[in-house]
């Protein structure tokens, strides 16, 4: 164990370079996490996969030591989430979920993102220039999951606003985070008695009827309906709207694989796991509890202390990967952990997938020219050690 200089900035602006440097010391480092408290940071694939499956490692809150955790703190209403859950609450809940998040729900919903991008594309082309998160990589996946959920047109935009609010909040302004939330809550809260006395075909009516479910088998607690719906549209959209932007970023950073890409289309939905290793959205998993003192890389982490596995690093370890800081389209044997392992894998992983392949797709299809319109030294990444997103990714085409 040893106790790195890097700093949370350092890490930010160029996480793949401090976390080779992390790996190559140690496997795991005793740092100061973003909320100024120490943490025990996990670098080596093997470690961070291992310990994504470990029931020893908890999710809930109430496994950390007192003065251990002072991350940012939702409403009871809406921290009663998968995020925060081990066994069996965890269990109970995902399998209801997946009883609504079925494979032909998301299927349907093939034709219906293909004509929200080639509607989006349309909008660009007369433009010439634009930035793509704006015009494309971030109302395509906030029209996607808020169709899913059954979220009104009318109100999509405030929800971009206070997903973005949270995601990257103002230390200065702290009140705007907390209005954000209430906002939601507010929000959710309502629609979901309006779905109740009026239920339609979406995944939001079908968690209902499951919440309400006469027979009281398994049901949700209202809480944990009205957290799982903020879940699912808070992580559909911040995610995908990153895991887009950074994989066309990619694509026009090393030209030969994107002339690949052009060469051959059918490579585009086998490609996604490489973007995802590459520059996926979360660099951090959830932050973990041990129950009990657990022995990670050799090192022993005392009970009730922070872990946080460092996915961006695990998917970067030459051990796991040949030439790791390569993007490589026709990568296949990926095993890459941007959508986690064990229990907890993606419950959205296959509408990011099919998301994406759209997305990339059409983009590429409809601007055969398409570029950086700034240098790429003047890209900015949000400030934000979980999240790996752009601020704006100028282009031309």
């Known amino acids: 164990m040893?106790?790195?200089?890097?700093?949370?900035?350092?890490?930010?602006?160029?996480?793949?370079?401090?976390?080779?440097?992390?790996?190559?010391?140690?496997?795991?480092?005793?740092?100061?996490?973003?909320?100024?408290?120490?943490?025990?940071l996990v670098t080596r694939y093997a470690d961070v996969r291992q310990a994504l499956a470990d029931p020893r490692l908890s999710l809930d809150k109430a496994h950390a030591a007192p003065g251990n955790y002072q991350g940012f703190k939702l409403p009871p209403t809406l921290d009663a989430n998968l995020l925060n859950m081990d066994p069996p609450d965890h269990t109970r809940i995902r399998r209801l979920v997946t009883k609504a998040f079925t494979t032909r729900r998301i299927a349907a919903l093939r034709g219906p993102i293909e004509q929200v991008a080639e509607k989006l594309l349309d909008a660009m082309a007369p433009l010439g220039r634009t930035d793509l998160l704006t015009a494309y990589a971030g109302p395509l996946p906030i029209t996607v999951i808020c169709d899913l959920l059954g979220v009104p047109e009318g109100d999509r935009h405030d929800f971009r606003a206070w997903t973005?609010?949270?995601?990257?909040?103002?230390?200065?302004?702290?009140?705007?985070?907390?209005?954000?939330?209430?906002?939601?809550?507010g929000?959710?809260?309502?629609?979901?008695?309006?779905?109740?006395?009026?239920p339609a075909d979406d995944l939001l009516s079908d968690l209902i009827a499951v919440r309400d479910d006469e027979d009281g088998h398994g049901r949700l607690s209202e809480d944990e309906l009205t957290s799982l719906a903020f879940l699912i549209l808070f992580a559909g959209y911040e995610n995908t709207v990153h895991?887009?932007?950074?994989?066309?970023?990619?694509?026009?950073?090393h030209p030969e694989q994107l002339a690949a890409l052009r060469t051959e289309p059918a490579l585009i939905e086998g490609s996604f796991d490489e973007f995802a290793r590459y520059d996926g959205p979360s660099p951090l998993s959830i932050r973990r509890f041990p129950r009990e003192d657990v022995t990670i890389g050799g090192v022993t982490v005392p009970a009730g202390e922070t872990v946080l596995l460092a996915i961006a690093s695990a998917n970067r370890d030459p051990d796991q990967f040949a030439d790791p800081d390569r993007l490589d389209v026709r990568r296949r044997d990926s095993g890459h952990l941007s959508l986690?392992?064990?229990?907890?894998?993606?419950?959205?992983?296959?509408l990011a997938r099919m998301e994406t392949e759209i997305a990339l797709t059409a983009l590429l299809r409809?601007?055969?020219?398409?570029?950086?319109?700034?240098?790429?030294?003047q890209l900015r990444h949000r400030p934000a050690l979980r999240a790996r997103g752009l601020l704006e990714l100028p282009v031309r085409y």
């Open 2 to 40: 040893t106790t790195s200089d890097l700093t949370v900035k350092a890490l930010i602006a160029d996480p793949y370079a401090g976390y080779a440097a992390l790996r190559a010391i140690a496997p795991v480092h005793r740092v100061t996490g973003p909320d100024g408290l120490p943490v025990w």
């Open 164 to 185: 973005d609010t949270l995601i990257t909040p103002d230390p200065h302004r702290p009140q705007d985070a907390k209005a954000a939330v209430g906002a939601m809550l």
């Open 187 to 198: 929000f959710f809260t309502g629609l979901i008695e309006r779905k109740r006395t009026a």
């Open 243 to 253: 895991l887009i932007a950074n994989a066309v970023l990619a694509l026009l950073t």
């Open 340 to 350: 986690g392992h064990g229990i907890h894998y993606c419950l959205g992983a296959p």
């Open 366 to 377: 409809r601007f055969p020219d398409l570029a950086l319109d700034v240098p790429v030294e």
